[in-house]
């Protein structure tokens, strides 16, 4: 009697996996969640995972009409539904035969992504005053927020772990400072919903969030990456964050990119302009779009090396700032108080630049030099220099008596301290030491913070003039 009762528990068994093979197939990705943003007024793009050969109804409650689709062989679905402009809460359900999926609370506005490593990751379980102050008063059922667990993986991935969330100081406290400044500046200045999703991790290299196969393609990137070294707190290894924080999220139509990295490719500078075009190029390609690519330069820290290498990296941020189409980069060397802490307190003002440079670009608000002036060229007038720069249309305003760390040097290439002054939107720098001067170098520290800014007072980036190799 015994057996036969645990026979009749076996065949039950096998008779409910049976069944869950049959039903409960239709199913999401996290991204698609209760509490979402969706881009507005595009074709946004949704898919999942159903039974093979099914057919597929999905509805979005602005909407007149139903999308009809077919699921694949391998059981993968994918449809395009038109968004209208700002607004809701929606909702979007997705149906399949018997089976059918809802999600609540849909707000259609802009996505923006943010990626990097420790500066864009860090607010309030970092203890960041800025976030801290904020989160009593953290409600803004317009803001929505989506925090990418840290977590790599050595293929491409089709999920993630987590779900959107409505702005709480509970979901807040552990989410982007940077992150969350930005979208409480658009939504201000727009008055549309925002969904801000954070894909960052503290202490990585770029290579880790750029496709393994776009840098074993390429010889000089590939070699670069392998000076990466293991560290048992981050991962290292081409691609991994990539697969597993970024590739999840292809397809989701997103307004913009905004990037805060470099720090820990500061020993391979020379490299860091071409990877992260690679990296960019990338991106866009996997979405097919030319997302905006707004990012911060590294900012002035006690590194220690024998040479400037975070000065090198940071000539290497402006040429990508003046190369890569559709993008734009944030200064920071105003931004230190403690040149030792390699995470600078003031998150709400970088994320208030980048909002500038967003507002201007993709919102079309009427605004001057927006942007930090990067080093466009110089001439020789006599015994001095004058230099010019790009994204200045106003003046130069020296803030204190006279210009901080400006050298200037003749064909023996030894640098003296310069003095300088201002002529509108051009800098003059010469020496009584130097009559016939050759190069200029501004900046170039590891730990410099200058005083020279435009008239909205974003500091002018580090430069020089020549390309010499540093000793």
């Avoid at 039903?23 to 074709?43: A, C, K, T, W």
């Avoid at 559709?326 to 630049?353: C, F, W, Y």
């Avoid at 001057?368 to 060229?377: L, T």
């Avoid at 064909?411 to 003059?428: P, T, W």
Wanted: hydrophobic share 40%.
């Amino acid at each position: 009697m015994k057996n036969i009762n645990l026979k009749l528990l076996f065949v039950a068994f096998c008779s409910l996996v049976s069944i869950s093979h049959c039903y409960g197939q239709l199913r999401l990705p996290n991204i698609f969640s209760d509490h979402m943003v969706l881009q507005r007024e595009v074709d946004a793009k949704i898919w999942g995972w159903a039974k093979a050969g099914s057919h597929i109804k999905i509805h979005g409650s602005w909407m007149q009409d139903t999308i009809g689709i077919t699921t694949d062989y391998n059981g993968k679905w994918s449809g395009k539904i038109k968004t209208i402009g700002a607004g809701g809460p929606y909702s979007i359900s997705i149906q399949s035969g018997d089976e059918k999926l809802t999600i609540s609370n849909v707000l259609l506005g802009d996505v923006f992504l943010c990626s990097g490593q420790s500066n864009m990751e860090w607010g309030g379980d970092q203890g960041l005053k800025e976030i801290m102050d904020e989160l009593p008063n953290a409600y803004n059922s317009n803001i929505r927020l989506l925090q990418v667990n840290r977590n790599g993986a050595s293929t491409p991935q089709e999920n993630i772990s987590n779900n959107w969330s409505t702005l709480t100081p509970e979901s807040l406290k552990p989410f982007s400072a940077i992150g969350y400044f930005l979208a409480k500046e658009i939504n201000f200045e727009i008055g549309v919903p925002i969904g801000i999703i954070n894909a960052s991790w503290g202490g990585t290299s770029a290579e880790v969030w750029t496709p393994e196969q776009v840098i074993q393609v390429d010889k000089e990137l590939y070699e670069l990456s392998k000076q990466q070294i293991e560290n048992p707190y981050r991962p290292h290894n081409n691609g991994v964050l990539w697969n597993s924080m970024i590739s999840p999220l292809v397809g989701f139509p997103l307004k913009a990119l905004f990037w805060y990295q470099g720090e820990s490719n500061v020993s391979t500078w020379w490299g860091y302009d071409k990877l992260m075009k690679a990296m960019v190029g990338s991106w866009r390609s996997a979405w097919e779009e030319k997302m905006p690519f707004y990012f911060v330069q590294i900012a002035p820290f006690e590194y220690n090396n024998n040479i400037p290498k975070a000065a090198l990296l940071r000539e290497q941020q402006n040429k990508t700032a003046l190369e890569l189409p559709n993008s734009g980069m944030v200064v920071t060397t105003d931004l230190v108080d403690n040149i030792k802490d390699i995470h600078p307190s003031q998150k709400k003002e970088v994320a208030v630049r980048l909002s500038k440079i967003a507002l201007a670009e993709l919102y079309g608000k009427p605004m001057v030099d927006y942007k930090s002036p990067i080093y466009n060229g110089y001439k020789v007038v006599g015994n001095k220099m004058e230099i010019s720069f790009h994204h200045l249309n106003g003046n130069l305003v020296i803030k204190g008596k006279q210009l901080d760390d400006i050298y200037i040097c003749s064909e023996d290439r030894v640098f003296h301290k310069a003095k300088s002054k201002v002529i509108k939107n051009k800098l003059i720098v010469y020496s009584e030491d130097i009559s016939n001067p050759v190069a200029v170098r501004f900046g170039f520290t590891e730990i410099s913070m200058p005083n020279l800014f435009n008239e909205n007072g974003l500091p002018i980036a580090p430069f020089r003039t020549d390309n010499w190799e540093v000793q």
